[in-house]
């Protein structure tokens, strides 16, 4: 009669597999305000109902993330309890306006598996999915997430890598919602930049800078009942040379709030893409950050067009220190105290709508040392790391095979980590590689 | 003209004396939101509409220890405000449920006096029960507490000590509200455990653990309309060489929601029967928790039934190292760090109620020098302690009379405390009852 | 294409200029629910749905300090992001109650500007108006605040500075809403005290008091949506060897709060005329507070009246520690660390209104170098300060004409800050000034 809630381990996972978070949230006006007093949102359509009206909506949606995290929460005790790290995300679709009163019911698919060499642990992809109590899908994301198996010896199956698209074509963005009265928001936020007014290339930098408070963050993933130890159990982590972690989730929405100064006009973030989290962030930290316009996408509707853009966010230091990379430089190129993330943050008169970008493939530096352990007596793994990224560059980042396996950019990102790791601790990285990616 | 805003000392209180205690509180989803974020809650009837209205209920009704703690501390002003410790609660019985908008009105009837021998003190017990805008009765309990007097000198009646029901019996337990429909909610949790799925004298350590911060605790108790010196007033906790104590209602709120990993079908709470909060907890504690089953509730109902449980948490230290009490030993066992309570969870298919037991008697080590500097120059109560406990023993802990006094259960819990202060202050306790409850 | 979100500095003000501030914002119970949690708050008429209809009113109102720093924080990023100290307030008027539901836009309009003899900054005087979804106004008050120059060489034009009203006169009070239905909150309350059981003169010392932590004050000041970075910007604060300060609407919330211990049947906060934060709170600070009647004031109602107090708030030491100034006594006094509000509470019975005045000036010390800093080499300010406090002294503190500028009430108290500064700084400051107002 042993209740064993111990959580699922790599060798649980099935392709194919569905489950049914527990269990469906109603969101209210209740959690908006929280939202807003952790985060200190200001997003023009989600503040007033007034302005939701006048901008042509019958009542204000709830704000983008506070829905992102809600839906995400719901996945990490059947999915990420066991995790090592979470390695990334992709095609992240906000499909539908969230209203207070809505209940998200989250469902995930299990769409690929790929035991390590070391056979201790095994990355798991996942494509999930919120609806609301219509059965409406209102958002999904993929994510893959390095998991440790229960028993080592277990036989697992042949490994299945899904292809995810690096970046959501326009085609797949929401465009309905968006009526001529959108174009009332320059008078709700004082300014007139609009789609029209921003540039490819074009720097934003947004004045203000967040101090996280213990209580900020774990009010936060508590109120997206998202139960990862790392968030909580600081006796633990302590007893393990570290601290609690801030959830990541609460950062990305935190530098979305300060981005308002500079986007006041973007009305919903439409997508994200990916993004990392290059280094963890703890109670105390001062969060700042920065924005860069990266495409300009036109959604074929006259009032809203879309800005595909790359936030980066830094800590303990100002937004102005942070650098962009430079225009086709594919790697990720980040200091070491840099959170990046790619976001599409939109506008009004002709184009006025919002969409991000994420893919996070989200190392936290302390949780390098298990990774590490985890892998270290294969170096199996970072020769096939090093002959992926190599013949990976040589096809200009477009998919390959190797030693049999298909590999994109999803799985490039992850053997960038192996070597990274790989130098980081020592090992030997055969010479293309190493003359390739790890000289400075 | 002097507004004098003091509280009732112990003289202030007689026997059949009624408070209406002001004022009537209003819950809301507002109060939900901020309780999910305090605790992370993450009950399957509460956590979504839809959930409720697939169960069987009209909406979903608000948290049962929201509703307590609420409820509680609308009482705070009027009696314990001058408490010397909070002693004991017994009989706490949920009666009906409480949803959004709501109002809560609370009224307390004195049901016991006992002036300590030192007259320096007396314990108040009471009677409190909280009513919805029609007149319900939703929530009510017995609870005791140490409240200092004014004037030492001040002429105090005769002794009433209420006896009270060590474990709320089944026929008082709430019963209506679940049809058939409860049974659906193994579909929501993704857990088939249901009442005939728990065994008497299971064990079910509960996976989660979490850091208090400072203004969780703090939050908590504000939201609770609790006034309660201890938990705010810093400046005066440091002056006296102490720190800012957690509400140990906030220590609960967290146990229950930590205790959802095992116990997912879990309807409501029914009752509580008693419990103690043996140690302080302070911001920056890590709490973890376990659950045993002790014994299993027919309600006479086809699809739910009740467990009685006993949870202890622990602070800064694995739910693994918890050890809970042998069956049959009576007297309160725990170890210096452990959080003790009683509660009754339950499940669906045959049986799907939880209700729950909570016999606090609530000493912190940091309220102990207060109480001995109360009571040491008074050797004949340590006497008296004695001399109850050890004929309570050998009438196998039924009431008994000592010197013309009744007592039960509640009252040996006190005494209990009072020869474990003696011991703690060096006092000589009688041989008797220092070899039968002192001896290691 | 650059976004320049820099804020308006002192040139950018044009007296008559109107400024919509963004955007506007719906109120809902999840921002009561957190103020409440916030704060402690318990009055009576925004506690229970149920207290307010039978008061008489339709639904209970949101608090009148949530309203207030919501609506405040409106405007800080449009007239404060630049500003180097608050300097003061004046009649804030509560003009209308503010629903569950109900959306709030602010405008401002300049109504001062006087350039700093130094010409590195100069006052900025605004008067604000919030109003509701029906365009009525709900609140409205003076503010004046001194903003740093862009450009140190920018011509401005010539000073105007507005005479304020040192207390809003009784016919501006608002006096509707108030029915016989007002006499029913003793009953909730559980205290008699009426307004006629309210002596001028007479103390009421609040017996709670309150720790604020980190996330206290910063879900606080973000759920106003208020934006000003010394609240936020840890990294900065440190960095110029500061820290976060406390926002100081909410010490005065809390204060609000710890003050219904004795001023349990008021209604509403009626106007404020003024007040100041003589010291800045940082988290950790205990907060305790005591206030005076000064006034009692007949609204012309049978069943409300209006008390004007002055309520002093502490931090680190107890409210009986609290001086209050003699009656007569008009010049600021107050020791180092105290903060000074003066508030009209009332009650009811005959008349049952709470009104109140702050008149802040707010300088705190940590801002004391970089406005010394912009003041020093300025010794024309410092001489100008001198006379014009001997003349308005000798004026008994009426309005006087100093240099062909008319000053009054609300800018001696900016030159009293001068005075002090300049003493603070060692600079030499002219006789009769330095015998008058320095010497101990």
Partial sequence: MKKDRSGNYFEDFRIGMKISHATPRTLTEGDRSLYIGLTGSRTALCTAETNARQLGFEHRPLEDLLVFNTAFGKT??????????????????????????????????????????NRKS??????????????????????????????????????????????VPAERLRRSDYTARVREITGMTGYSDLWEDYGVGERIDHPGAMTINDSDHSLATRLYQNTARAHFDGHAMTANGGQRLVYGGHIISVCRALAYDGLENGLSILAINGGSHVNPTYAG???????????????GREHVGALHLRMIGVKNASGASIAFPEPGEDRPVHPSNVVLA?????????????????????????????IVNAMRPDFTEVEDAAGILVAAQDADWGPIQYKGELHDRATYRYFWEVLQKAKVTGMTVPDEADRRFLAN
């Fill in 285 to 299: 930290d001062t969060i700042a950050c920065a924005t860069q316009v990266l495409e300009k996408v036109d959604l």
């Fill in 342 to 370: 790619e976001v599409i943050a939109g506008d009004a008169r002709r184009a006025r709508n919002e969409f991000g970008f994420l893919r996070m493939w989200s190392i936290y530096p302390a949780q390098i040392q298990p």
């Fill in 122 to 167: 095994g990355v798991v992809y996942v494509r999930s999915t919120a609806r609301n109590q219509h059965g409406r899908e209102v958002l999904s994301w993929v994510r893959w997430v390095m998991v440790h198996k229960r028993d080592h010896g277990a036989a697992c199956g042949e490994a299945v890598v899904p292809s995810t698209q690096a970046v």
């Fill in 76 to 117: 990490v005790p059947d999915i990420s309890l066991n995790a090592v790290a979470n390695l990334g995300y992709a095609e992240v679709r906000f499909v539908s306006h969230v209203y207070p009163g809505d209940t998200l019911a989250v469902e995930t698919e299990v769409i690929g598996l790929k035991e390590n060499s």
